[in-house]
């Protein structure tokens, strides 16, 4: 039984109260989801796990980091963004509970279960900020970021004072 996410587990089994950590760093195995943003075959997926022996079998728990990468929903622009998942499972001794996972051999495999929970959490819609203007309709042209225009911030507090005194300031850029 092979996979980058196979972790023997003989010394603890059939021993409730044993517990191993392990902290692993691995290339994640191939492209995890298929939504605008995915993490990329290659991406660095750090793993710190925890494996108890229980009564019914091992669990497994595990905080889980790396990286997506696509394009924002909205203006396609290129993002990247850290993902951090924590996961828990029971990975039952064969035949014993009904579990979605069970302990092969003497090993667990954690790919399946470690792959779900970060592609569940990839967003389905992302955006390269939350407020995103996008592209404009017309163009097909990324609309500029409003950050504050220049136009509409005071300079310094004596112009702030002069604008709180000038008659409609506040409604000249609005219809
Ligand atoms: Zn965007």
Redesign the pocket.
Known sequence: MTGPLVIPVRDIMYRPGEMREHDLALPVPEKWGEGLVSVAQGEELVVRLRLESVHEGILATAELDTRYSGV?G??L?DIAEPVEVEIQELFAYSGSEETDFEVQDDHVDLETPVRDAIVLSLPFQP???PD?P?LDPATGERLAVSTGSPQGEPIDSRWAALQDYTPDHDTDARP
């Open positions: 924002c909205r203006c622009t955006v390269c900020q995103c996008g």
